[in-house]
């Protein structure tokens, strides 16, 4: 696996403004505007309403040619463009990808420009307040879109076909919202996580069973020294 980063909302302590990046690649996530801790579905997590969300400075890794993204978290309203995960500057035709819920109805959906293309999973109703995990992964031309329930089983899946090119965009990585007004939403953060590759359906579902999206880091007990006075 190329992990980018890796979110946690509850290795964020349910204080502060900060939640640390579990990849070792230190793209910490801050608090912005009106996000607050809560819990959801009894996990620790951001509550992001409207506009605001976790900002992870901008990277060029964030426009990978292949990638997998991982977001668990909850829905406080259902309707319109929910904006889940985004690398966008804002409005308007620039170069910028969003990751939303519904901006096709009811479906698990990717818009990047300039290519304008707007690609989508399968149509499924959702429940508000309860936690998914939806993943989006690119492989070449060939788009996989899944939905999992908090248990980690897949119950939605669908693959769809377009070779367009990202084109670069500068902006930070928005956890929570789509960088635009048009993807606004209200929604629970528990975890998320971003693959500068193409997962295995394997990887991907094991990925997705985890219910911090993979465990943390293992801890390294310090190396004690033992020495022996008596020695000559």
């Known amino acids: 696996m190329a992990t980018e980063g890796h979110w946690v909302a509850a290795d964020g302590g349910g204080t502060g403004t900060t939640v640390p990046d579990r990849s070792g690649n230190t793209r910490t996530g801050t608090l912005t505007g009106g996000c607050f801790w809560q819990t959801i579905g009894g996990a620790p997590a951001v509550r992001c309403p409207a506009s605001d969300y976790v900002s992870v400075l901008h990277h060029t890794v964030w426009d990978a040619a292949n990638f997998t993204a991982f977001y668990r978290g909850a829905l406080h309203a259902i309707g319109g463009a929910l904006g889940l995960l985004a690398h966008s500057p804002g409005g308007g035709v620039q170069p910028k990808w969003v990751m939303s819920f519904g901006q096709t109805a009811n479906a698990l959906t ?123």
């Open 110 to 232: 990717f818009h990047f420009q300039t290519a304008g293309a707007t690609l989508n999973g399968p149509t499924i109703t959702l429940s508000i307040d309860t936690v998914y995990v939806f993943v989006v992964r690119r492989n070449g031309s060939t788009w996989t879109f899944k939905i999992f329930n908090a248990a980690g089983t897949e119950i939605s899946t669908g693959t769809v076909t377009n070779a367009s090119a990202f084109s670069a965009a500068t902006a930070p990585l928005a956890l929570g919202w789509g960088g635009e007004s048009f993807f606004n939403s209200d929604t629970w953060l528990v975890a998320s996580r971003f693959e500068s590759a193409a997962l295995s359906d394997t990887e991907l579902a094991t990925v997705a069973a985890h219910p911090e999206l993979g465990p943390a880091p293992p801890v390294v007990a310090p190396v004690r020294t033992r020495f022996n006075a008596g020695l000559n």
